[in-house]
């Protein structure tokens, strides 16, 4: 059975840093690229950074120089680094196995809030 497991969010001002993982388990974590999702209220889920099991990295061009994705096979867990936080950056951040076509599982985790104050 999978499990995704989000933490590290919170409430930041403009400018902050946060660093979020996503504990998994369920699944082959090693030979899977791993995807951050985020949803704010009223939007669309929407994919902000993806990292292939060889490590390459990509990123929503909404995100991209501020976040950064890595991951730890060892610990079977993804990150998301995230510096010059902006109020639109708040959402509900969510990992998941990223397939061709988009997330890999219909299940999700509980995710985590990032508030970002102005």
């Known amino acids: 059975q999978v499990h995704l497991v989000e933490s590290g969010g919170g409430l930041v001002q403009a400018g902050g840093s946060l660093r979020l993982s996503c504990a998994t388990s369920?699944?082959?974590?090693?030979?899977?690229?791993m995807g951050w999702y985020r949803q704010a209220p009223g939007k669309q889920r929407e994919l902000v950074a993806s990292i292939t099991r060889y490590g390459n990295t990509d990123y929503a061009d909404s995100v991209k120089g501020r976040f950064t994705v890595s991951r730890d096979n060892a610990k079977n867990t993804v990150y998301l680094q995230m510096n010059s936080l902006r109020p639109e950056d708040t959402a509900n951040y969510y990992c998941n196995p990223k397939g061709p076509y988009g997330p890999l599982y219909n299940y999700w985790g509980q995710g985590t809030q990032v508030t970002v104050s102005a």
């Open positions: 369920g699944f082959i974590f090693s030979i899977n690229a």
